[in-house]
């Protein structure tokens, strides 16, 4: 037997008087998501059903309808602020720094919407989020779409209160320019950090069209302002053609890590995740996962496509590599809606999420 944990009797007074989807009100939270004990029915509302502890539990498909509700990430409550999660889902809607394709504004939605088919086990690795820290989604930063540096100052000032309570963002992207602004507020909390930067590109150019804020220059932007601790970062999936012979100089230049594409090719990345893992050590690492990094055929809904890239296994592995960091926040972004016919590639951003929330520290596996 499995243990499990409930959705408690006594949160039952959270559905009195409530409207809207049938559901069973005891459950086990389990792989085989058999019920346990009372099977009755009862009414619950969109604020779906709180555990009795502390921790918010996403109703399963075996008794609610995947398709019903207001999407939001893995199906977990909305709530207003980060104030008493360990970490939140939070989505930055902007392609305004974007240099080719738009439309990864509407990442957020459409992440959210093929997260409905995400379980609460991950099932290869045995992580139990939902039994060790409190998640929910928050909702999006409210945005200037037509004013990029704005837009920046607001993700700079929303970030800094989500991290001031503890709570360690899940970014949905959003083009590549957030990354600057939330890293802003989290070097302001921890210092400099650690980077983990999963991508087809370096994204470290100084001026794009004469801009110094853009979905090419973030990384840039960071190391100007003392918010990485360059020896503990790591470029990996990089590839296409550059500017310069050596696109990635600048990068080793100031003591990062490049792993390119090619030297990923027909190869597992645990063994360099190891390596990685011993970079980073014990202090703050902060996560960037560029959907690009993955090759088009896999994920072609994105802004900058880059042929030949990483597999989603390789990916997989990758943020599994992750888990025994200190990790202080995670991204996915440039996930670009309109490219992406078949949603695959939102769905994907919504597994690597999920994954990343998986290898947070505190959650409990099995
Ligand atoms: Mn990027």
């Not at 957030?178 to 100084?206: K, N, W």
């Amino acid at each position: 037997m499995f243990s499990s944990i409930r959705i408690a009797n006594k949160s039952r007074a959270l559905f009195a008087g409530s409207q809207g989807l049938k559901a069973c009100a005891s459950q086990r939270l389990g792989k085989c998501g058999k019920l346990d004990g009372d099977q009755s029915s009862v009414n619950v509302s969109f604020r779906r059903p709180i555990s009795g502890k502390s921790f918010n539990v996403p109703p399963s498909a075996e008794f609610v309808a995947r398709v019903s509700g207001i999407a939001t990430m893995c199906k977990l409550p909305f709530q207003e602020t980060a104030d008493g999660l360990d970490a939140a889902f939070v989505g930055v809607p902007i392609d305004t720094g974007t240099s080719n394709r738009p439309g990864a504004r509407f990442g957020p939605r459409h992440i959210r919407a093929e997260s409905a088919m995400i379980r609460a086990y991950c099932g290869w690795t045995r992580a139990a989020p939902y039994e060790s820290i409190k998640v929910a989604d928050i909702g999006d930063i409210n945005v200037n779409l037509f004013d990029l540096k704005d837009t920046c100052k607001k993700i700079q000032e929303a970030y800094r209160k989500i991290v001031a309570t503890g709570c360690i963002p899940l970014t949905l992207g959003g083009d590549h320019t957030i990354a600057y602004p939330i890293l802003q507020a989290v070097a302001e909390r921890h210092g400099p950090v650690g980077l983990i930067h999963v991508d087809a590109h370096a994204d470290t150019s100084d001026m794009i069209l004469g801009e110094k804020i853009g979905h090419g220059t973030p990384f840039r932007r960071c190391v100007d302002e003392g918010l990485l601790d360059c020896k503990r970062v790591a470029q990996i999936g990089l590839r296409g053609s550059g500017y310069s012979p050596d696109n990635y100089e600048w990068s080793r230049g100031q003591g990062f890590r490049v792993v390119e594409a090619v030297e990923c090719w027909h190869k597992s990345l645990v063994p360099l995740m190891e390596e990685v893992r011993s970079q980073m050590g014990s202090g703050p690492v902060y996560l960037s996962f560029d959907i690009d990094s993955l090759d088009p055929a896999f994920a072609p809904g994105t802004g900058t496509p880059e042929i030949a890239g990483l597999t989603p296994i390789q990916g997989l592995e990758i943020i599994r590599g992750c888990r025994g960091l200190n990790l202080v926040g995670c991204d996915l972004v440039e996930v670009s809606p309109p490219y992406d016919t078949t949603g695959n590639t939102a769905l994907l951003g919504a597994n690597l999420l999920f994954e990343m929330m998986c290898v947070l520290p505190k959650v409990k596996y099995y």
